[in-house]
């Protein structure tokens, strides 16, 4: 009943603000349903931060390969997505032997520099800012609880939860990379929480490819399926996980990997998130980008050719949604008149001095 | 055309060999150890104990009559046939006489003494209802032995005059009826026998196991298998109903239960011989056939499976021998009478099928089963049109042999009569569900629901969707080059349309192409209207080659209306690959000299042997190789012209050396000699040194495959100085040793010494310059040039190697790649083409196919390759329809253009470059927003 309640509520939400809700809109200007929605509802006022926590590696070549991942990914948040370098947390297993990343690496990783880093988060954050954890490295959950193995004890993902639990109000994407990583995400999920997990069970227990394709997701905008600039956690998720199904295919083996993805908050995960699925509506709307303000026309006719054009938009997205709901025909009818029209609008836009 | 392997016991033999069981062994009632030790009488106190017999045997004591009768039965149990027929002389008191001359009987025809065991049990017959055990087996005996009228006399006289006929009697009778051809009668008797188990009155596992058999013969399949299930379970040794349940398992094409079950029989009796006949229709067959023989070498059966497997290796004469010695026991074998009609059949010998017709007509007219014998061989024989006529006429008579509905829909489906082929499959599966190869060949029926359908002018082509919006594009074209090429050249028209059908897996084509699973390497087979292949999506091949060489079978088989041996159709199939394409094909080299060294090359005469004989996949993949060697040298000391007078004259049947008599006007052993002649010229010419320690190249799916350099691939692991040393110490010995120039080329690529690894590598491609395996001499070449940074020396490397190395499509799409970069639009395309004839899977052949239409400005092509595209470039599916959008705007087709850029926008709203697109489209179609139809 619990589960039903949430999974309506966040349905609700989404179909009124979700196409505005990360939409670059001119300051002050806010879209419909961003008043309504209380999660990634970020603004150019607003902050993103992102820790990236790398745990102990069992040999030199596995270290490796995560320290290149990281290092791209710490690049692509800053040229990509706009991240300032200062409200990046990277955290590489003891901190030492870090290669060519010491200028980017903030510290180990052990439970203590976690909690150091968190810390600095929270002091810099306020409520609506949105905070993506990356966990990258080695899992397990052969005795009881699952953990991140990180160097020291390790870490279970109740710990992390709360390690987290302080940062009130700070939107939270998570995504764990690491072998075993479905139990140890479990305890991550909560409301208001994408949380994106590169296993679906404690059985999947070798290293997932998944780490590598998130971040190629992530480098040059990849993912950005829908051409709108931003990407999604959604997009993203899609596309690394697409990958992942295309090597084992490519390679002609069966799959040790599923990655799963979790944003109603009841800790059960869907494969395949999306329209029409249990989760994916959150994800979809929670965009790894830095809003910015960005440069914006400002005539008269420019401001009425926006909102008409996010009209539109949402228009669009309230039919996509809605598709089962028409006969083939006049479904396509209907989009392509909208589509026209947006079309039309966003020519005569461009064409605005 | 790869027909199927018939060099050893495989699939589609099997299938075939396995009908032996059911006309055979079941029916013909060979199991002749139905009665267990003394089960029927009455011993008090008695307990056989083997270690009485062995006793015996190491200290002679005199035994009681009923102990030697005791011993008599379990020494036929065990098979020691002559101490049982011994134990049973010495059976003197009249109480365990006949007790003893049934068993006497039963050794001496476990021994192929049939005169003496009738001898022995017909004594006890002077009234058979009084004396219903004995007349039955002595019927059986008959009916062994080809008397089927006498035991219908014996076994109707038992029938009527006793109330309750023993159970046996009436199966046995039941069998009798249905060899002769009273069907409604037979079924009669098993009906009988059932009603006598449903009654509660059947107890011994002997007789459940004859029940058994009666609702077998009733296609009662699932009670048979719970019956034999129980007759076991009654008794652990009744040999008799293990193995008919083995025989029941094998016809519905279940090897491992059948083999289980013969397994198991003969751990009681090594020397039982209807197990081991059937053993031998699974595996091994010379082996448990020989075995079989020698306990008893007019045993039916075996006979029959060894002649009929001799006739599939095509030594025809020694298949015949056997059969004969078959109907010497057997005059009335259904098998045998059939197997050598299908052989006169074959060769037109029509008075000779007539005569053997009549023989059957004798005793069984117009026999479904002999005329489903005839058709199954002839189906297997690529004579589909007459197999399905003698298929019909065997329902014609028994419209409920589901045997022959089966054949019947098989060669039909072979012929491209699809729908009356499946409905007879149909109707054969559902009254005979247990048959695998029937439910497979549905199976595949439904797969091929699911496929698209295409045609061009002279074929339909079966293909899945992906293959049909992947794949056509560019098999279209290369079907209809082949038509137009082919019927010029061969002077030819095939019937029309010749039907095409790719599997994505490979098990739906090993079942349509033989009804099971399994076929080997197999990549594709033509049935001369009908082309089975594998779809190149599960292939590293060069799909074109494969494509023309099964359309060239199919010109062959219909020159000959599908009488061309194998050897001479796979030979010019062959030899077309390299005539239509020069990087196609096989290559006179290595692989030439070394057979000629070793002397494996056959006489012309009996290449056929190549393929029959042939025991490993290296073997056919040779046999390919010597009849392509044959067809290469008629065409070049005779001309095109003499090699199709040959195809001719196999339209007729003649012997082999009449028809090479009256086109070269020579006997065969001259033509050998030429052959062999020729050869040494090659080998002269060729003049490279092969060393014993070098193995030959393996290609997959006879030679279609890429053909590995096991000795080079070994250099490339292993990069040792001994090696290195070693292959210095050959080339010094024998400078024209082009394996060790090529492996030492590689070891020293390895050590980056590229100079001397050039040298060496530079030698070997001297020495064979159009060597086509993997890795060549100018594949490592290129690799040390673009170590050195070489790029224009590796191009033109590259360009070598991919004149006779045709399955390397990334090396192709590098080349094609840098002739874009260049302008040099021909070659582009050129080299696409060579990547698309391996992988037009391969996304990034399309990319630059794309690219190479945009810079030709032929917006067709264009379309075409961003179509597959969005197949085949699933990671951004936006930006592929966006592409082809743009494609269709640029090629005029505006309705399409605005469906696919609708598609594209769905997901992305916001894309601008599709929004311009969808503008566009909508403004050169006058239209506003007007919706054309569905995306």
């Known amino acids: 009943m619990m589960r039903a309640f949430q999974l309506l509520l966040v349905s609700v939400l989404l179909w009124c603000g979700s196409v505005f809700a990360q939409t670059e809109q001119p300051v002050g200007q806010s879209g419909s349903g961003s008043e309504d929605t209380p999660w990634f509802q970020q603004t150019p006022q607003n902050s993103k931060f992102a820790l990236i926590i790398v745990g102990a590696s069992a040999n030199d070549e596995i270290r490796s390969r995560l320290r290149g991942w990281v290092t791209d990914l710490h690049a692509s948040l800053r040229e990509d997505y706009g991240y300032d370098s200062d409200a990046i947390e990277l955290l590489i297993d003891d901190g030492s032997n870090v290669g060519n990343a010491a200028s980017i690496v903030s510290g180990g990783s052990r439970v203590a520099d976690i909690e150091a880093a968190i810390e600095r988060i929270r002091s810099r954050s306020n409520a609506g800012d949105q905070l993506t954890v990356f966990l990258f490295g080695h899992g397990s959950s052969t005795f009881g609880d699952a953990k991140f193995n990180n160097v020291g004890p390790d870490m279970t993902g109740s710990e992390l939860a709360d390690m987290l639990s302080p940062l009130t109000g700070i939107d939270m994407v998570m995504f764990n990379t690491t072998s075993a990583s479905f139990e140890f995400s479990r305890e991550l999920a909560g409301l208001g929480r994408v949380v994106v997990s590169a296993t679906r069970s404690a059985a999947e227990r070798y290293d997932p490819l998944f780490g590598g394709f998130l971040v190629t997701a992530l480098q040059q905008k990849r993912a950005d399926i829908d051409r709108n600039a931003r990407v999604s956690v959604l997009e993203v998720f899609n596309y690394a996980s697409g990958q992942v199904s295309q090597w084992y295919r490519d390679q002609d083996r069966l799959s040790t990997e599923n990655a799963v993805l979790d944003d109603s908050g009841d800790g059960l995960f869907s494969r395949e998130p999306g329209t029409g699925q249990p989760d994916g509506l959150l994800a979809e709307i929670a965009y790894i980008n830095v809003i910015s303000a960005g440069t914006q026309k400002t005539s008269a006719e420019a401001l009425r050719l926006t909102a008409e054009m996010q009209s539109i938009e949402r228009e669009i997205f309230i039919l996509r949604n809605q598709k089962v709901n028409y006969l083939e025909e006049d479904y396509w009818k209907r989009l392509e008149a909208l589509l026209i029209d947006l079309a039309t609008r966003t020519r005569r836009y461009n064409e605005l001095p | 055309m790869n027909y199927p392997d018939v060099s050893r016991l ?221 007759a076991v379970r009654l008794d652990s040794n009744n040999l008799e109903a293990l193995t008919l349940w083995g025989d029941l398992f094998q016809e519905k094409f279940n090897d491992a239960d059948a083999e289980t079950n013969y397994n198991l029989a003969l751990t009681i009796n090594r020397r039982y011989t209807p197990a081991l006949t059937g053993m031998a229709r699974i595996s091994s067959p010379e082996r448990y056939l020989a075995m079989s023989l020698e306990v008893n070498a007019r045993d039916v059966a075996a006979l029959e499976t060894y002649g009929l497997l001799m006739v599939r290796n095509y030594q025809q004469d020694t298949g015949r021998d056997y059969l004969d010695k078959a109907l010497a026991v057997n005059p009335e074998s259904v098998t045998a009478l059939s197997s050598l009609a299908a052989l006169a059949a074959i060769n037109d010998d029509m008075p000779a099928f007539d005569a053997l017709l009549q023989r059957v007509n004798a005793f069984s007219p117009e026999s479904s089963e002999f005329f489903a014998g005839v058709a199954d061989y002839l189906g297997n024989n690529y004579r589909f049109t007459e197999a399905v006529a003698y298929a019909r006429r065997a329902i014609a008579r028994d419209p409920n042999n589901w045997h022959a509905h089966t054949v019947l829909g098989g060669n039909l489906v072979r012929l491209g009569e699809e729908v009356e082929g499946k409905q007879h499959l149909e109707m054969a599966f559902d009254n005979d569900p247990f048959n695998v190869m029937t439910s497979n060949m549905l199976q595949v029926f439904d797969v091929l629901e699911g496929y698209a359908t295409l045609e061009t002018e002279h074929f339909r082509v079966n293909m899945s969707h992906r293959d049909a919006q992947v794949l056509w594009p560019y098999m279209a074209p290369l079907l209809e080059e082949s038509w137009q090429n082919l019927v010029e050249k061969y002077q030819f028209e095939p019937e029309v349309p010749v039907v095409i059908q790719v599997f994505e897996r490979t098990e739906d084509f090993a079942v349509r192409s033989v009804g099971l699973p399994d076929i080997g390497p197999l990549v594709g087979i033509c049935f001369g209207k009908v082309v089975t292949l594998i779809s190149p999506d599960t292939l590293s091949a060069n799909w074109q080659e494969i494509l023309w060489h099964e359309l060239v079978h199919v010109f062959t088989l219909q020159m000959t209306q599908n009488r061309m041996p194998r050897w001479l159709s796979e030979g010019i199939s062959t030899w077309e690959e390299r005539q239509a394409r020069p990087e196609w094909g096989r290559r006179l080299g290595l692989e030439l000299v070394r057979a000629v060294e070793q002397g494996q090359l056959l006489p012309v005469s009996n290449l056929n042997e190549g393929f029959t004989g042939a025991n490993s996949n290296a073997d056919l993949s040779f ?143 001297g020495i064979l310059p159009d060597y086509s395996g993997y890795p060549s001499p100018s594949l490592v070449l290129a690799q040390i040039y673009e170590a050195q940074g070489n790029t224009e020396a590796m191009m033109a490397q590259l360009a070598v190697m991919l004149q006779n190395q045709q399955h390397d499509y990334a090396s192709a799409l590098k080349l094609a790649e840098a002739a874009l970069a260049a302008g040099d639009t021909g070659q582009a395309d050129y080299y696409l083409s060579r990547a698309l004839a391996v992988d037009p899977y391969e996304p990034q052949i399309h990319r630059s196919g794309a690219q190479l239409a945009q810079q030709l400005g032929d917006t067709g092509r264009a379309v075409r390759e961003f179509e597959v595209l969005v197949m085949l470039d699933q990671s951004d599916p936006v930006d592929a329809r966006t592409n082809l959008a743009g494609a269709y705007l640029d090629n005029q087709q505006l309705d399409q253009a605005r469906l696919t850029v609708l598609r594209a926008l769905e997901t992305a709203p916001g894309y601008q470059r599709a929004q311009d697109i969808l503008l566009r489209a909508v403004e050169r179609s006058g239209q506003s927003s007007e919706v054309i139809t569905q995306p």
């Open chain 2, 623 to 765: 046999a390919y190789f010597q009849s392509y060697l044959v067809v290469e040298y008629i065409a070049e000391q005779y001309g095109f012209e003499k090699l199709r007078e040959l195809i001719m004259e196999y339209a007729y049947i003649r012997d082999e050396s009449e028809m090479f008599a009256n086109v070269f006007e020579m006997d065969m052993v001259s033509f050998d000699n030429g052959f062999r002649d020729w050869i040494q010229q090659r080998v002269d010419q060729i003049n490279v040194y092969v060393h014993v320690e070098d193995s030959d190249d393996e290609g997959a799916g006879h030679g279609h495959g890429v053909r590995e350099n096991n000795s080079a691939v070994l250099a490339e692991l292993y990069n040792n100085e001994s090696l290195k040393q070693h292959m210095r110490g050959r080339v010094e010995q024998q400078p024209r040793d082009f394996q060790a120039h090529l492996q030492l080329g590689i070891v020293l690529f390895r050590e980056a010494a590229y100079d001397e690894a050039i040298f060496h590598l530079q030698t070997a491609q």
């Open chain 2, 10 to 230: 495989l699939t589609s033999e099997r299938a075939v060999l396995r009908r032996v069981v059911h006309r055979s062994a079941a029916i013909a009632g060979l199991c002749m150890l139905s009665v267990l030790p003394v089960s029927d009488v009455e011993i008090p106190g008695t307990q056989f104990n083997l270690s009485l017999i062995n006793a015996g045997w190491a200290q002679p004591v005199e035994l009681s009559a009923l102990d030697n009768l005791t011993r008599g039965n379990e020494l036929l149990l065990r098979g020691s046939y002559l101490g049982a027929i011994e134990a049973f002389n010495s059976v003197r008191e009249d109480a365990w006489r006949e007790q003893a001359a049934l068993g006497l009987s039963k050794a001496m025809a476990m021994t192929g003494q049939y005169d003496q065991a009738i001898a022995a049990v017909r004594a006890l017959v002077r009234d058979p209802a009084a004396s219903p055990l004995a007349a039955t087996q002595l019927a059986e005996l008959y009916r062994m032995t080809g008397r089927s009228a006498e035991a219908q006399e014996l076994l109707a006289q038992v029938v009527a005059g006793q109330l309750n006929p023993p159970v046996r009697t009436l199966v046995q009778y039941g069998l009798v009826l249905d060899l002769r051809g009273e069907l409604d009668e037979a079924a009669v008797q098993f009906n009988a026998a059932l009603a006598r188990y449903d009654s509660g009155l059947v107890f011994d596992s002997a007789d459940v196991g004859m029940v058994a058999l009666a609702a077998w013969k009733l296609d009662e399949f699932h009670d048979a298998n719970a019956l034999f299930a129980e």
